[in-house]
């Protein structure tokens, strides 16, 4: 199977699906996909904040700096272009309720306390928004030729304009980050 993408996002994870939303939203006419290796998108978002969905929090942005460990003004554009208010607003919009602990550092849990129901509204979000995902789909080999890409699967090759890589680093490989798209 060859097929031709315009963008074409590696990584299923929370970061990867909001690459491809952003993407799709921003450039409406373009096919835009997924590759995740495992076989369901958002397995990191699944554990976090022990299931029950920790997927922001409601300090001040200005808070986020101060903990920092180096070189804070590299996230100042990425903080500021999509921040805390805007995530939130984000999973209102999807249909979905949240509440703040702030007993618990002000953390935001999704109301229902289970991290599939956010994992599911994504998926229905990708859907509506026509991006396709491919599951069960590691990455063997890029090729780089011109200004096409070609992404060699298991079976298959896939190839784009533009490839957003968001695979994470080793820091969870039972989720999918295991470091392997480091060495392609």
């Keep these: 199977m060859n097929e031709k993408f315009d963008i074409l996002v590696i990584g299923g994870g929370p970061a990867g699906i909001m ?3 952003t993407a799709k939203r921003l450039n409406k006419d373009k096919k835009v996909c997924i590759v995740e290796a495992s ?14 969905c920790n997927f922001t929090n409601n300090k ?7 903990n920092t460990v180096r070189n804070e003004k590299f ?6 272009t999509f921040s805390n208010e805007d995530m939130k607003a984000f999973v209102k ?4 309720e949240y509440i703040v602990e702030n007993n618990n550092d002000d953390k935001i849990y999704l109301k229902s306390g289970n991290s599939m129901e956010l994992i599911k509204a994504l ?10 995902v491919f599951l069960n789909s590691k990455v063997k080999n890029i090729e780089f030729e011109g200004n096409s890409k070609k992404i060699y699967l298991e079976n298959s090759c896939l190839e784009s304009e533009k490839i957003i890589i968001s695979t994470g680093g080793k820091s969870y490989p039972q989720t999918g980050s295991d470091g392997s798209l480091f060495k392609i």
């Design 75 to 80: 996230l100042y554009s990425a903080l500021y």
């Design 123 to 132: 998926e229905k979000e990708l859907k509506k928004n026509d991006v396709r």
């Design 93 to 96: 919009a999807l249909g979905l």
């Design 19 to 21: 690459a491809a939303l």
């Design 39 to 52: 076989d369901r998108i958002g397995k990191k978002l699944r554990i976090t904040g022990g299931g029950r």
């Design 60 to 66: 001040d942005i200005s808070c986020f700096f101060e």
